[in-house]
């Protein structure tokens, strides 16, 4: 037999066991709300071939693929367990395995490492809480994807409504463009599952959910219990509103919450998950997923800061356009937005570094920024120069920021690439807020210039979805912990 031979049998034989492994995980995800991870990466809902590179991702952390017969058998123990809502890291199990030398099996160790999520530890399964979309455009459409993904049992968020202008008369097909438009997307594909429409009962139905689709001009015409919607937390994805006094408007019978999906201004907090997430208070009712530059650069800010100290710094957003620039020149308020999006690279102006002192409100280093909107419909790049507390080299920045992103309570938020030919549309899709790219990173004493890539539409709807799970109770806890 040829070594081609042997490497394609070899392939074979793990698209066998990833084949094994899929209805695992999804039994464990639709009856025991448990999501199973690969090194802060979901392999609910993926298939065969993505759980196969998925795994090979693993080569950043040993320098060699982690291959499915290594994750396979502690995943075949999770499912001899009641565990309750949690999510489970196959790849950290598999690491963490290696380096114990205590002699256990495989299921001795699982049992070990996920004993908070069994037994009288683990969390009972919460009643699912509503959740309401005001306005239905590029990030609205996007976090409606991942809300109908992560529905899972049904006892976690559920999409209820969507409230979007117009007469509601369906006469001009609204309704059904609306759902189309849900269900193919020029930038992120095709929606993974089935979308029926229900004109009579102006209804999307996507996955099995049933989201009524409200027609609406104004907050104040909305009574959301007349649909069955109670103590629902609402997106505005419209950013009409941004202080208190505007988003309060929405604060309507069936409305507990109000996240804005835009920088908040005044006294709502800007929050960036996993930077100042564990500050919202039980009680507030009105806060901001600020932007997604700000999402892009306050991680790994936080990551060198905490590491080297930041004196100063600058940020150089190089972002994709959007819909406020206009397809060809035409007037707009703003100086050069106006010029066409797709002909022209536009220098504008960005609140990401401003914004960098609500997330970080302990970092005193002054922070400026620009930004200039470039003809790609996707994904951005953050250029964050930083004057440091003291020297360093490339390589222990490096070292310390692939550390970050592999094993800190930034991974979900920080990834890292050391592919020399990366582009910007290579990080289409990604759930990171940033991913940095470590070929452009630059080290001189204590100057640090890091690159760092970002989906600006999907990456900052995952960190959208991730503060709604937060504030509703069902960001559950990740298991094995740092002390398995």
């Not at 208070?281 to 100290?309: F, H, R, W």
């Not at 710094?313 to 308020?333: A, C, I, M, P």
């Not at 002909?343 to 002054?366: C, Y």
């Not at 592999?406 to 549309?425: C, E, G, H, M, N």
Request: charged share 25%; hydrophobic share 40%; with cysteine.
């Amino acid at each position: 037999m040829t070594v081609n031979d042997d490497s394609f049998t070899d392939w074979k034989t793990r698209e066998e066991i990833a084949e094994s492994m899929i209805p695992l995980i999804g039994r464990l995800h639709r009856e025991r709300d448990v999501t199973v991870l690969l090194h802060s990466r979901s392999l609910v809902n993926k298939s065969v071939v993505s759980i196969l590179k998925t795994h090979r991702f693993a080569r950043q952390i040993a320098g060699e693929e982690l291959s499915v017969t290594e994750t396979l058998p502690f995943l075949r123990a999770l499912t001899t367990l009641d565990l309750g809502p949690s999510q489970i890291d196959l790849g950290m199990l598999a690491a963490t395995y290696q380096a114990d030398d205590r002699g256990l099996s495989v299921e001795e160790f699982t049992a070990e490492a996920v004993a908070g999520a069994t037994g009288a530890d683990r969390i009972e399964r919460r009643e699912p809480r509503d959740v309401v979309l005001y306005g239905f455009g590029r990030i609205g459409r996007l976090v409606a994807r991942l809300l109908i993904e992560k529905t899972g049992s049904g006892n976690g968020l559920r999409l209820r409504a969507i409230v979007v202008r117009g007469g509601g008369t369906g006469a001009d097909g609204d309704l059904v463009k609306r759902a189309s438009l849900l269900r193919r997307d020029s930038i992120h594909g095709q929606f993974q599952g089935t979308i029926t429409v229900d004109e009579t009962d102006s209804t999307i139905i996507a996955n099995g959910n049933a989201i009524k689709v409200i027609y609406a001009n104004d907050p104040s015409e909305v009574d959301y219990t007349a649909y069955g919607i109670n103590n629902a937390i609402l997106i505005d994805n419209t950013g009409n509103w941004r202080d208190r006094e505007g988003l309060s408007q929405h604060l309507r019978p069936g409305i507990d919450k109000v996240v804005l999906t835009a920088p908040g201004k005044g006294d709502v907090p800007n929050i960036v998950h996993g930077v100042n997430h564990d500050t919202i208070k039980p009680d507030e009712q009105i806060l901001s997923c600020a932007s997604c530059t700000t999402n892009a650069i306050v991680p790994p800010l936080k990551a060198m800061a905490d590491e080297y100290g930041v004196l100063r710094g600058h940020v150089e957003t190089v972002h994709s356009f959007t819909n406020d620039q206009n397809l060809l020149d035409n007037y707009h308020k703003a100086d050069r937005r106006g010029r066409s999006a797709p002909l022209n690279m536009v220098i504008t102006e960005t609140g990401a570094a401003s914004a960098v002192a609500k997330a970080l409100p302990d970092l005193k280093a002054p922070i400026t920024g620009s930004s200039i909107r470039v003809p790609v419909p996707d994904v951005s790049i953050a250029i964050l120069s930083l004057r440091l507390g003291r020297e360093t080299t490339r390589e222990e920045v490096l070292d310390h920021l692939r550390e970050v992103s592999l094993t800190s309570p930034l991974k979900r938020q920080i990834d890292f690439t050391t592919a020399p030919d990366a582009v910007s549309s290579d990080f289409i899709g990604s759930r990171h807020a940033s991913i940095v790219d470590a070929g452009a990173t630059k080290v001189d004493g204590d100057n640090a210039i890091l690159y760092l890539w970002y989906d600006n539409e999907f990456g900052y709807s995952c960190q959208v979805i991730r503060v709604v799970q937060h504030v509703s109770g069902v960001e559950y806890p990740t298991f094995p912990g740092p002390a398995a």
